[in-house]
T-cell receptor
Framework: KNQVEQSPQSLIILEGKNCTLQ??????????LRWYKQDTGRGPVSLTI?????NTKSNGRYTATLDADTKQSSLHITASQLSDSASYIC????????????FGTGTRLTVIP | NAGVTQTPKFRILKIGQSMTLQCTQD?????MYWYRQDPGMGLKLIYY???????DKGEVPNGYNVSRSTTEDFPLRLELAAPSQTSVYFC?????????????FGPGTRLTVL
C-alpha cells in the first residue's frame, strides 16, 4: 500500500534553533519527493523537490535530504524564524499519472520567541 | 498573476443543501485538481481535469461533481451536503501531469455542514 508517514506530528522550538522533520514512504514506483510548506489558512507551497538520483536539495534555510534505499527523507530548518511556523507536508509522486501524489499528514511547527 | 483563486473562503451549509466551490487559475495550466483536507489527514484527491471538457475521478469522488468548460475554471459541485463533507477544499493546477511539474494550490475553502 502506498503510504507517506511524517514525524513528529507537532513540534515547538525556540526562534533561532534548528530542527529536523522526518518523512518515511512506501510509494512505488517512486518518481520524486517534495516538501511543501502550508501556512495557516493558506494552500501548500512547494519548497523542494528531489528525484531518485538526488540526495540533498536546499532552499535558503531549508535543506531536504533523501535516502531512496531506505525510503526516508528529512527536512532540516536552520536558524528558525517566527515565519517558519507552519505545517510541513511531505508529498511523494508515482512515476506516471495525473492521480499520482501521496500526501503525508504533515508536521505542525511552531516557532516561539 | 493571481495564480489559483478560490471562492468562497468560508461557507456553512445545512444538510441537504447544494453549493458550488469556484476555482480559477490564470497560469494557462492544462491540469486542475480538487483536494479535500481533513484534520490529521493528508490531502485526498476528489477530481481532476486534464483539459477543457475532460474530467476524471480521484480517490474520493462520491458526493461531488465537476465540470471544465474553460481552461481557467474548474468548479466543484456539492449536490446534497452531508456532515462528512465538512472539510477544507483546495484547488490546484499544473502545466502537465509530469511528476516533476509543480502543483500550485489555491488558498482553500473551509466548508462546514451542519
Amino acid at each position: 500500500k502506498n503510504q507517506v508517514e511524517q514525524s513528529p506530528q507537532s513540534l515547538i522550538i525556540l526562534e533561532g534553533k534548528n530542527c529536523t522533520l522526518q518523512c518515511n514512504y512506501t510509494v512505488s514506483p517512486f518518481s520524486n519527493l517534495r516538501w511543501y510548506k502550508q501556512d495557516t489558512g493558506r494552500g501548500p507551497v512547494s519548497l523542494t523537490i528531489m528525484t531518485f538520483s538526488e540526495n540533498t536539495k536546499s532552499n535558503g534555510r531549508y535543506t531536504a535530504t533523501l535516502d531512496a534505499d531506505t525510503k526516508q527523507s528529512s527536512l532540516h530548518i536552520t536558524a528558525s524564524q517566527l515565519s517558519d511556523s507552519a505545517s510541513y507536508i511531505c508529498v511523494v509522486s508515482l512515476q506516471t499519472g495525473a492521480n499520482n501524489l501521496f500526501f503525508g499528514t504533515g508536521t505542525r511547527l511552531t516557532v516561539i520567541p | 498573476n493571481a495564480g489559483v483563486t478560490q471562492t468562497p473562503k468560508f461557507r456553512i451549509l445545512k444538510i441537504g443543501q447544494s453549493m458550488t466551490l469556484q476555482c480559477t487559475q490564470d497560469m494557462n495550466h492544462n491540469y486542475m485538481y480538487w483536494y479535500r483536507q481533513d484534520p490529521g489527514m493528508g490531502l485526498k484527491l476528489i477530481y481532476y481535469s486534464v483539459g477543457a471538457g475532460i474530467t476524471d475521478k480521484g480517490e474520493v469522488p462520491n458526493g461531488y461533481n465537476v465540470s471544465r468548460s474553460t481552461t481557467e475554471d474548474f468548479p466543484l459541485r456539492l449536490e446534497l451536503a452531508a456532515p462528512s463533507q465538512t472539510s477544507v477544499y483546495f484547488c490546484a493546477s499544473s502545466y502537465s501531469a509530469r511528476s516533476t511539474d509543480t502543483q500550485y494550490f489555491g488558498p482553500g475553502t473551509r466548508l462546514t455542514v451542519l
